[in-house]
């Protein structure tokens, strides 16, 4: 093929996939206008495939499959996760509040930060409705843990597999080290203990309210058969923003790059903001966070620090030669 052949073909491809992203952004548009912002593992799994294909049309089909086959453990797993989530209740083992309680009292001076929060922002419990700017910044991050991390593993596969099975490694450790959590100390949430009557004063619930006048919501091709009301320790809403961050973190050497911590201290402010999560869950997840990301990278580096002797006796003659 000659020269003035490969740049009509280079330039016909640039054309097909420009003209598939914009159909693939206005289909996904429409779709989270209409129906919802895709939010649970399957529904992600195939609008991020869908993705894929539209940036690499033009490519063979078994380079579009290879999307399938190297994210099918994970999005298996994390199904599974989906649905043992909610499972989990149906165990009837005892549900712990106190402990997280007497901490946010300790901090809150006799009321729990949820309390003192909403009293402050909202005037008494935060509604569903009349949210302002600030709440639809909060709403978008506590909303943003259910797609976040998909999103940064895809732009990972699309630019560096082995970067890529770096973070789903750490992001696969996280969940399952999670709905363990869930096991051995199901804990309810400051919403559910508000309407327990175990507060002075209650609290609401209302984590999307600042999406309330936009007309946005979360949407589920596949979920749950249940969901699991009980299930706050530890914060995987705190610990998979604290995950992103510390990853982020560790891909570069630029000063700016701490401002990545912004993301689990805006995800813990909503948290609390909201009635979702104490202080106490909120710190066991962004300590789970840093405690996965550490172990797991120094796995990572394991082999390359024991090949490293062998290395160096290899060369040794050659350097005395």
Excluded: K
């Amino acid at each position: 093929m000659s020269l003035q052949d490969r740049r009509r073909v280079r330039r016909s491809r640039t054309a097909l996939r420009g003209v598939a992203i914009l159909l693939y952004l206005a289909l996904l548009t429409l779709w989270s206008v209409t129906i919802g912002v895709p939010s649970d593992p399957l529904g992600l799994f195939l609008w991020l495939w869908a993705a894929a294909i539209a940036c690499r049309a033009g490519e063979p089909l078994r380079s579009h499959a290879a999307f399938a086959r190297d994210w099918s453990l994970p999005v298996l797993f994390l199904l599974l996760y989906t649905y043992s989530y909610g499972l989990i209740y149906l165990l009837g083992l005892p549900v712990h509040i106190e402990p997280a309680l007497a901490v946010d009292r300790w901090l809150g001076g006799g009321e729990i930060l949820a309390q003192r929060l909403q009293n402050a922002v909202c005037g008494g419990p935060c509604g569903p409705d009349g949210g302002t700017w600030v709440d639809a910044v909060l709403t978008t991050v506590y909303l943003s843990h259910f797609v976040a991390a998909w999103v940064l593993a895809w732009v990972l596969w699309m630019r560096d597999r082995p970067v890529w099975r770096q973070w789903m490694t750490r992001f696969v450790a996280l969940n399952l080290t999670g709905l363990i959590g869930y096991v051995l100390f199901p804990m309810a949430p400051p919403w559910m203990a508000s309407e327990h009557g175990l507060l002075s004063s209650p609290i609401g619930a209302s984590p999307t309210r600042g999406w309330a006048d936009l007309g946005l919501r979360l949407t589920r091709i596949l979920d749950g058969p249940l969901t699991n009301p009980v299930a706050a320790m530890p914060s995987l809403h705190a610990a998979t923003a604290m995950l992103i961050a510390l990853f982020a973190i560790s891909r570069s050497t630029r000063w700016w790059r701490w401002l990545a911590l912004l993301y689990p201290a805006l995800m813990c402010y909503a948290l609390l903001l909201y009635g979702e999560h104490y202080v106490l869950d909120e710190a066991v997840g962004l300590l789970l966070a840093l405690g996965i990301h550490r172990v797991v990278g120094y796995l990572e580096r394991r082999p390359a620090l024991s090949a490293a002797p062998g290395a160096a006796a290899t060369s040794a003659p050659a350097d005395l030669r």
